[in-house]
Each structure stands twice: as structure tokens, then as C-alpha cells.
């Protein structure tokens, strides 16, 4: 009998053991990771990497009611610099926009445009555009069909390539500052070099010179890891604070339009700890707005939620 309850005995902690084991070795590897040292800034890998973005803007009329959304796609394939010289070559492989309720059209114009794009100290190109998007580009955009975009609609479509890079921003090294790269452990946070930043905003004929986007203070936060693509990613969060914006529009060449407003806009970055790309993000914005039209004796005001979803994929499928 006494042999019968040895081995009873010896088979419960047999039973019993892993099962205490198992939450010691975990509370242990996770304490590793909390406490371990990250690089987040590796050396780019060189491979050709493929950008989906979409870009929602959800107006509001003041008592909250939507008023409908308009949706821009960017498609983007970035063939990494295989020198200092040159920055990485960017191209727009397809864009299109479905304003409201009507079909989705392409911009032909922006199919197959290659740029360049790399971060300078002060990110904006010699001829001052930020971030060194040509403006050019973006004078008098058409649709498939023949038809002009109106001036606000020109505005997002130049946009979407600012708040595509602006990302990077965030995602790589600061060239003066606290950036990523003050950021080691998970749960660091820091105040980011591009706070209360004011960069012009001005685009071609159409948004002229003086107008402006001023940040806020912005914050960088490493907030653990995750997944994307099978690979493992640093989860990073940016946040601007409150920041505002000022434009003066020309619709005609006689007409001057006025906008300000705040703005507050916030989001997650997933970028690859091993590769150094961006693999997912994401941009929710909370945008208000009056506007002063000539000849007008009511001011415009305009509430609109922004939301941009960024997807790193081998494979861009150009025809949906």
C-alpha cells in the first residue's frame, strides 16, 4: 500500500510539475523581453518593397450626421537607393479617388511617376517642398474621364504622398533630435524632434504661399511588439498633440478663400526589426475647420475625420 501511494505521489508531481514550470519560464521571458535592448533603426534591407495606402475622409454636418466620404488610393513600389547619392526611387504605380457616392476613377496623369525620396535635416527639397514631393505634379489633375479636380481634391491627392513619408518621420532616425533612435526599451517614450514643427503647405497656383500646418507636441512611444507579415515588428505609437493649420485657397485667380483650424492626429507605426521597413500603419485625424469665402456672409465650418491605413504587401493587386 505504501509503495501504491509513493507512486501516486510521483506521478501527481510528475503531472503537477510542468504545470508550475510552464508560468515561471513564461513570466520570465517575458521580463527578458520588457527589459530588453532594441535597435530600431537596422540598415534597410535592399529588396523592392510594395505600398498599399488608403486615405477616408468622413465628412460631419455640425449636429454629427455624415455627409459622406471620399476615398483616395495610392499604390506605391520603392526600389531602395544602392548609394548615398541618391535617395530611394519611388513610383506611383495607380492612383484613384471615389469622391462620395460615385465610381471610383484613376488620375492617369500620377500612373507610373518615379521620384525620389529621401529625409534631409530638413526634410524639405532644395526649392523648399516638403519632403521634396515635386509640385508640379499636381497642377491641373484630371480624371480618366477629362474632368478637372477641384482644388480640395488636388490638395488630398498631394497629401497622400505627405502623409505616406511622413511616416517615415517617425519610423527612422531623426537627423536633429530625439527620434526613433532615442528609443531602446519598451515603454519609452519621447518628445519628438518634429514638435510644434510649422511646415508650408502651399501647392502650386492654387494654395498659395503663407499657408501652413503647425504641429503640436509630438510624442513617440515604443509600445511593444507584434506580427506583421510573419515578421517581428516594433509597435509604435506617435500622437501630435494639438496642432492647427492655416490656408489661403485661390479657386480663380481673383478669388481668395481662407481655412483655419486644429487638428489632432495619432496612429501606429509596425515596423520591421530586421529589415528596417515599414510593414503596416495607420492615421486617425479629427479635423475642424471655418472657412471665409468673398461675397459670403456665412463662414463655413467643416468637421472631417480622417483615417489612412498603410499595408506593406509582395504582391499589389492593381486591379480591384
Known amino acids: 500500500m505504501k509503495r501504491e501511494i509513493t507512486k ?4 501527481i508531481l510528475i503531472l503537477v510539475s510542468p504545470l508550475s514550470y ?6 520570465s521571458n517575458a521580463k527578458k523581453l520588457l527589459n530588453q535592448e532594441y535597435n530600431l533603426i537596422p540598415r534597410h534591407s535592399k529588396d523592392t518593397q510594395y ?33 548615398s547619392l541618391h535617395g530611394d526611387e519611388y513610383t506611383c504605380l495607380k492612383f484613384t ?11 492617369p496623369s ?78 519609452d517614450k519621447i518628445v519628438h524632434a518634429a514638435s510644434f ?27 511593444g511588439l507584434s506580427r506583421v507579415n510573419e515578421e517581428t515588428c516594433a509597435l509604435l505609437e506617435y500622437d501630435s498633440g494639438e496642432s492647427s493649420f492655416y490656408m489661403l485657397t485661390k479657386p480663380m485667380p481673383t478669388m481668395e478663400v481662407t481655412t483655419k483650424g486644429s ?26 475647420s471655418e472657412t471665409i469665402v468673398p461675397g459670403m456672409d456665412n463662414k463655413i465650418n467643416s468637421v472631417i475625420e480622417r483615417s489612412i491605413n498603410i499595408s506593406n504587401s509582395k504582391h499589389l493587386n492593381l486591379n480591384k
Open 8 to 11: 501516486i505521489a510521483m506521478a
Open 22 to 27: 510552464l508560468p515561471a519560464q513564461q513570466s
Open 51 to 83: 505600398y498599399e495606402m488608403e486615405s477616408t475622409l468622413q465628412q460631419f454636418a455640425l449636429d454629427g450626421t455624415p455627409r459622406g466620404a471620399d476615398i483616395y488610393r495610392l499604390y506605391l513600389r520603392c526600389v531602395p537607393s544602392v548609394d
Open 97 to 107: 479617388l471615389q469622391l462620395k457616392n460615385s465610381g471610383e476613377v484613376v488620375i
Open 110 to 187: 500620377l500612373t507610373n511617376w518615379k521620384y525620389f525620396f529621401s529625409l534631409t535635416p530638413n526634410d524639405n527639397n532644395k526649392t523648399g517642398e516638403v519632403l521634396g514631393i515635386d509640385h508640379s505634379k499636381f497642377e491641373q489633375l484630371k480624371d480618366e474621364s477629362g474632368k478637372p479636380l477641384a482644388v480640395e481634391n488636388t490638395y488630398h491627392v498631394y497629401n497622400a504622398f505627405i502623409d505616406f513619408h511622413s511616416m517615415s518621420v517617425f519610423a527612422e532616425k531623426a537627423t536633429n533630435g530625439n527620434g526613433i533612435q532615442n528609443l531602446k526599451h519598451i515603454g
Open 197 to 223: 514643427s510649422q511646415p508650408p503647405v502651399d501647392l502650386g497656383t492654387q494654395v498659395a504661399k503663407g499657408s501652413y500646418f503647425k504641429n503640436g507636441e509630438i510624442t513617440l512611444t515604443l509600445k
Open 263 to 288: 487638428s489632432h492626429y495619432w496612429g501606429d507605426i509596425y515596423k520591421d526589426l530586421k529589415s528596417g521597413w515599414i510593414q503596416k500603419a495607420n492615421l486617425h485625424e479629427l479635423v475642424i
